[in-house]
């Protein structure tokens, strides 16, 4: 076996999540790298503390363990850098303070995942960054925005909760035309499916809790970048001490392993029951851009490879009472956050609290579903069910 120390770039996604990062002739022909816990690391003598000529030099700055994680980053994302962060909201935040300085400001699209908005109306705007939110749709005023400055753009596709589908390629191309920086939460699509980078987003970032885990028991974060941007993400994560533990990071590694097997799977069943939901009168809407008549079906098919597991149906004419007992009533679809694991869940997000830009119509509930690796026919049913048990209008 071929000692592939580093991800050779004409690997395939499949071969890169099935050996990439794997040096066993370094580890005595093991063949996943250890778990190293660190803090110190020794140095031969002084002289090399000083030149600090040697691989590793202390635990916060790197062991194999997230050597490993990092280079299978690198190669799916086709970045030179990944930094690992502690959390995927961590990696939504480390970029963001990295980019900007007081005074600044940035444009942030108005479905973003909801604790990174926070971040911004919080700890941004205490230290004097203004956020300002956008329709990721309305192009024309996207436009206006970006010619009133921008220091950076962060965009998220499809959108949090309701699925809209943004042009990646033509937003980033009107914000870096402005110079701005472009950071992209890409936690749906993974880089199998979608890799911001190759449409010239400068930071790619993934909430490795979903999918790269894949078992609903870590957190974890990467932001996957080149040259002097991704230099200035590694800079801030360092300055803030926001280094991860060896066993969420080999956790991670472990997961990845079937990140491609997995989607796959997910892709099939997601589109088995959003197809049925798409058929059954009492679902008023079904927002999954993998459908054929999904708002945003066309630029998914130009842009995306595939699509994940999670999207959302929508209801009109039940009360939110209605719904949340349709909710309550499934058996199969656990009530709870996060998602891209193994099993299916299910949430009644309240959009409206999520934005701020655009409203979404008051009487139109959406439901969003994680599609796990059940067999669909079960998870069918379930929702078949469940919705025979919302009462009647
Ligand atoms: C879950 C999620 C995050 C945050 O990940 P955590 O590991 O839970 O902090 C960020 N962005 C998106 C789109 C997510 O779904």
Partial sequence: MDDASTPKQAWRPATTIARGGLKPSE???????????ASTVLFPDVETTRTRKQRYTYGRSGTPTTDALEEVVCALEGAERTVLAPT?????????????????????????????????????????????????????????????GAAAVFLEAPGSLTFEMPDIPLLTKLAKDAG???????????????????HGVDLSIQAATKYFGGHSDLLLGTVAGNGEMIAKVRQCWDEWGQHVGPDDVYMTLR????????????????????????????????????????PGHDIWKRDFKGATGLFGITFKGPSEADV??????????????SWGGFESLVTLPPVNKARSATRWPEDEHVVRL????????????????????????
């Fill in 27 to 37: 580890f005595h022909g093991f063949v996943n790298p250890p778990v190293v816990h």
């Fill in 88 to 148: 995927g909201l961590a990696a939504c935040t480390i970029p963001l303070a990295a980019v900007t300085k007081t005074g600044d400001r940035i444009l942030v699209v108005d479905n973003i995942y909801h604790p990174t908005r926070t971040f911004c109306d919080g700890f941004m705007q205490r230290f004097g960054v203004t956020t300002v939110y956008f329709d990721p749709l309305d192009l024309d005023g996207y436009r206006g925005l970006l010619a009133e």
């Fill in 180 to 198: 701005a920086a472009v950071l992209m939460d890409n936690t749906w699509a993974t880089p199998l499916f979608f890799r911001p980078l190759d």
């Fill in 255 to 294: 997961g990845i392993r079937t990140l491609d097997v997995r989607l796959e799977r997910h892709q099939k069943n997601a589109e088995i029951v959003a197809e049925w939901l798409a058929g059954d009168s009492r679902v008023h809407r079904v927002l999954y851009p993998a459908l054929l008549d999904a």
């Fill in 324 to 337: 949340a007992r349709f909710v309550d009533g499934l058996k199969l679809f656990g009530i709870g956050y």
């Fill in 370 to 393: 994680n599609i796990g690796l059940e067999d669909p026919a079960d998870l069918i049913e379930d929702l078949d069910q469940a919705l025979g048990g919302m009462a009647p209008r």
